[in-house]
Structures are given as structure tokens and as C-alpha cells.
């Protein structure tokens, strides 16, 4: 039970959630997770005896904007498309690198210069 109200008290700071029929913040009653990405929530309308409304929530992790620098080899994320982005352009910088190391040691391409 304790361990339930420091749940509670640990999500309610972090992550707000409004009752869909009274508008009143719901309070994490328990959480269940079955994987590392995936977690059940009990939800529990604090408008006690007004409303009343008690519900089953999800929340999963559907996106990597940063990646781990610790990431669980057992966990696979989808990387956003704004990360993807990132990821190609370094790669990109990276070659372009390379090839600008490359024209260096060729002595036609200093000629060339305009
Ligand atoms: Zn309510």
C-alpha cells in the first residue's frame, strides 16, 4: 500500500493525467510492467466521491530522440525521424571527410583550384 502512494506521488509530479469525465488529475494507483518498453498503469479519478472513474492506462516508449549511452542490448527502440536525420548527416559529414583527405594527396586537384 505504501509502496503504491510513493508510486502515486512519484508519477503525479512527473506525468499528469486528466480525468476524461470530470477533468479532475488522476492518481497512479499501481503500475505493472511486463516489458522494458511497455508499462500498465491503474488509474484513480481523485475527485473520489464526485466522479469516481477508476481505469486502465498504457504507456509505452514508442521513439528514441536520444539514444542510451548505457542501452540494454535486449531493447529496440525505433529511432525518431529527427535522429534518423542527424545519424545521415554525420554519416555524410563523415565521407565528406574522407574525400576531402583523399583530394589533398592528389596534386591534379590542387591545379584545379580556381
Ligand atoms: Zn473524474
Keep these: 500500500m505504501t509502496e503504491h ?6 508519477a ?8 476524461p469525465h470530470c477533468g ?5 494507483r ?7 518498453d511497455y508499462r500498465e498503469l491503474y488509474l484513480n479519478c481523485t475527485n473520489e466521491f ?13 521513439e528514441t530522440i536520444v539514444p542510451s549511452y548505457h542501452p ?9 525521424a529527427w535522429l534518423k ?7 555524410e559529414g563523415q565521407m565528406r571527410l574522407g574525400l576531402e583527405h583523399q583530394t589533398k594527396k592528389e596534386p591534379h586537384h590542387e591545379r584545379r583550384t580556381h
Design 5 to 10: 502512494t510513493e508510486i502515486a506521488m512519484h
Design 12 to 19: 503525479g509530479r512527473r506525468l499528469r493525467v486528466d480525468c
Design 24 to 28: 479532475s488529475h488522476m492518481k497512479v
Design 30 to 36: 499501481t503500475s505493472k510492467t511486463h516489458l522494458p
Design 50 to 62: 464526485a466522479c469516481g472513474f477508476r481505469c486502465k492506462a498504457s504507456l509505452g516508449i514508442i
Design 72 to 80: 540494454n542490448p535486449h531493447v529496440n527502440i525505433k529511432f525518431g
Design 85 to 91: 536525420r542527424q545519424i545521415r548527416l554525420e554519416a
